[in-house]
Structure formats: structure tokens, C-alpha cells
């Protein structure tokens, strides 16, 4: 069974600046994806970011990047500039790769960011 | 663009009433997840559905059963509710092209048993 870790339970930033969130994950799988998902005040759960395991290359969107460490199991994501918006709860994120559809999500604890004025 | 449907948006029971809850995917997608979400909790894993047949199958109580139509629809049925069901439901899809499987969230339901 594969087990996602937050350890960082709540964070804060000002506005403007840069945040890094931890995640490690502990797995037996060579193939795999992971996923950042933010869950905002309205409690929608939105995709952030998705990595392959298979890519060394670290993903990025926007003001949103992620640092892979497959070796180490680890999974960071960077928030540069923060805004107001990117305050919620953020979850890391792992789902292995099959050959049919349907592989389930396992989150870690969530790091709930608070971006202050 | 399209989002995951999900209804009711709320749902209030009494102890061992019925519910059943609903999923329309986004359109084309052919896989539906549903996960549990408690106060303070990290979504859990409930069961999925690929192409109508079950895929995976998590943490599911034996008084809740799914399935998927062929509309590719999805219904999360709970029966004998307990307090301790109150939570967020969510269902989730994505589309099983070239092993991506992102999947999508809709908006959830939230299910208070009294």
C-alpha cells in the first residue's frame, strides 16, 4: 500500500513572496503520477499540478512548480508570487499507473496556506 | 468548459434512512471515482468505475453500493445511515487515454445525518 506524508500541517506567506509545501511518499511502484490538489474555503478540490514518475524533467504551471526527488520519494511544490486566492488547504497526492482505468487517489494530511496582505 | 455534476448539493437524513447520490462526468470521460471526505480529513477512496465495470475498490461500507450506467453516470447509494456518515462525498472522472487518468472533481455533496 502506498502512504502519502505532509508534515507541515499549516503554513502562512505574505503576499508576493514564495512558499514551498513538502510531501514524501513511500511506494513499492516504478510507475506512477502525482498530483497536487488545492481545496479552497468552498471546499472544491481543484488540480494544481500532475507529474509523471517516468518524467525527470519537474513540472510547472504558472506560478506553480514542483521539485521530484523520485529516489528520495519526495514531492515539493513551489508557490512563487502568492496571491490572496492561493490561500486553502493543499493535498499531495499519489495514484499508481495500471493498464485499466479507475486506480484510486491517495492523499496525504493536507497543509492548509494561508497567504496574508 | 464542462465540469463534473454532482446532485443533491446537500442532503439531510435521520439515522438509518436511505440516500442516493449522483455523478454526471465530464463529457467523454469513461471513468468515475467517488471519495469520502470527514471534517478535517483527507478525501478517502470509496470505489470506481471503468467503462460501467468495477475497477478498484477502496474503503467501502457493505450498506453502500455504486454502479455506472451507460450513460456513464454514476450512482453512490447508502442505506441504514449512521451518524458517523456525515461528510463530503466527492466524484471524480477522467478519461482513460494514454495512461493520464487526471482526474476532475465535482463539487461534492455534503451529507448530514441526524
Known amino acids: 500500500a502506498q502512504t502519502v506524508t505532509q508534515s507541515q500541517p499549516e503554513m502562512s506567506v505574505q503576499e508576493a513572496e514564495t512558499v514551498t509545501l513538502s510531501c514524501t511518499y513511500d511506494t513499492s511502484e516504478n510507475n506512477y503520477y502525482l498530483f497536487w490538489y488545492k481545496q479552497p474555503p468552498s471546499r472544491q478540490m481543484i488540480l494544481v499540478i500532475r507529474?509523471?514518475?517516468?518524467?525527470?524533467q519537474n513540472a510547472t504551471e504558472n506560478r506553480f512548480s514542483v521539485n521530484f526527488q523520485k529516489a528520495a520519494k519526495s514531492f515539493s511544490l513551489k508557490i512563487s508570487d502568492s496571491q490572496l486566492g492561493d490561500t486553502a488547504m493543499y493535498f499531495c497526492?499519489?495514484?499508481?499507473?495500471?493498464?485499466?482505468?479507475?486506480?484510486?487517489?491517495?492523499f496525504g494530511e493536507g497543509t492548509q496556506l494561508t497567504v496574508n496582505p | 468548459a464542462a465540469g463534473v455534476i454532482q446532485s443533491p448539493r446537500h442532503l439531510i437524513k435521520e439515522k438509518r434512512e436511505t440516500a442516493t447520490l449522483k455523478c454526471y462526468p465530464i463529457?467523454?470521460?469513461?471513468?468515475v471515482y467517488w471519495y469520502q471526505q470527514g471534517p478535517g480529513q483527507d478525501p478517502q477512496f470509496l470505489i470506481s468505475?471503468?467503462?460501467?465495470?468495477?475497477?478498484d475498490k477502496g474503503s467501502i461500507p457493505d450498506r453502500f453500493s455504486a454502479q455506472q450506467f451507460s450513460d456513464y453516470h454514476s450512482e453512490l447509494n447508502m442505506s441504514s445511515l449512521e451518524l458517523g456518515d456525515s461528510a463530503l462525498y466527492f466524484c471524480?472522472?477522467?478519461?482513460?487515454?494514454?495512461?493520464?487518468?487526471?482526474?476532475?472533481f465535482g463539487p461534492g455533496t455534503r451529507l448530514t445525518v441526524l
Open positions: 468505475f471503468y467503462e460501467k465495470m468495477q475497477s
Open positions: 497526492a499519489f495514484m499508481k499507473s495500471t493498464e485499466t482505468s479507475g486506480s484510486r487517489l491517495t
Open positions: 507529474q509523471e514518475a517516468y518524467k525527470q
Open positions: 463529457p467523454r470521460h469513461d471513468t
Open positions: 471524480a472522472s477522467s478519461f482513460r487515454a494514454f495512461s493520464t487518468d487526471t482526474q476532475y
